[in-house]
């Protein structure tokens, strides 16, 4: 999908993504599974530093409200957990 792990610490992780034309759905926008998927990504990444080695974790809900769309003009976006 073309997003990046840029930062990790205990309790914190951050991953960047620029939207382009390959993310887009056919309504001519960037989906917003781009979104989710960065959030879920940052949000159990930063889990996953508290954790002891070989303990497991599962996302239970999250929930995403899009106030602007995405599009390839956007530039680069980060999603912090």
């Given at each position: 999908?073309?997003?990046?792990l840029?930062?990790?610490?205990?309790?914190?992780?951050?991953?960047?993504?620029?939207?382009?034309?390959?993310?887009?759905?056919?309504?001519?926008?960037?989906?917003?599974?781009l979104?989710?998927?960065?959030?879920?990504?940052?949000?159990?990444?930063?889990?996953?530093?508290?954790?002891?080695?070989?303990?497991?974790?599962?996302?239970?809900?999250?929930?995403?409200?899009?106030?602007?769309?995405?599009?390839?003009?956007?530039?680069?976006?980060?999603?912090?957990?």
């Amino acid at each position: 999908m073309g997003f990046f792990l840029k930062e990790v610490k205990p309790g914190y992780a951050s991953f960047t993504c620029t939207p382009s034309f390959e993310h887009y759905n056919p309504i001519g926008s960037v989906h917003g599974g781009l979104a989710g998927t960065l959030l879920d990504s940052c949000m159990s990444c930063a889990v996953q530093t508290l954790l002891a080695a070989g303990q497991g974790y599962t996302t239970l809900e999250y929930r995403v409200h899009l106030v602007r769309g995405m599009t390839d003009k956007t530039g680069e976006v980060r999603a912090e957990g």
